[in-house]
Every structure is written in C-alpha cells, then in structure tokens.
C-alpha cells in the first residue's frame, strides 16, 4: 500500500514502481532465553538455551519510483 489521504495504491501482491530507502541501524544477537524442561516422578529434566538473530533498520523513506529521487 503507498500513498497518503485520497491518493492511494493497493498493489495486488506487490506495486512495481515502489521502493523503500532504509538504514541499517545494528545487528546482533538478543539476550539469551534459557529454556528449562522438568517431568516431575520420571528423573528426567532437560536444559536448552536460545539467542534470536535480528537486524534493527530505520526506514528512511516509502516511495513510488517516479518520485524517487535518482541520486540517492
């Protein structure tokens, strides 16, 4: 979806003209997430751990092609 008040477009899946300008902010690993398992009268317990990449961005812009400005 692009536009603002009267002029908008939906595409149907996808807006060929359209682009979207942004920055990479950071990338890293969030805290770890310890994940305990315990079945009570069976003498069984298992430890697992977890750290989720991401990729922080910050969108700079959302526009259609003919308005894109060409030297960026």
Do not use: C, W
Request: aromatic share 4%.
């Amino acid at each position: 979806m692009l536009g603002e008040g009267e002029s908008v477009v939906i595409g149907t899946p996808l807006i060929a003209s359209a682009s979207v300008k942004a920055t990479v902010l950071s990338q890293g690993r969030h805290d770890k997430i310890r994940i305990f398992k315990f079945r009570r009268r069976k003498h069984s317990q298992k430890h697992q751990g977890h750290r989720q990449n991401y990729t922080e961005i910050r969108v700079d812009a959302i526009a259609n092609g003919a308005t894109l400005d060409p030297s960026a």
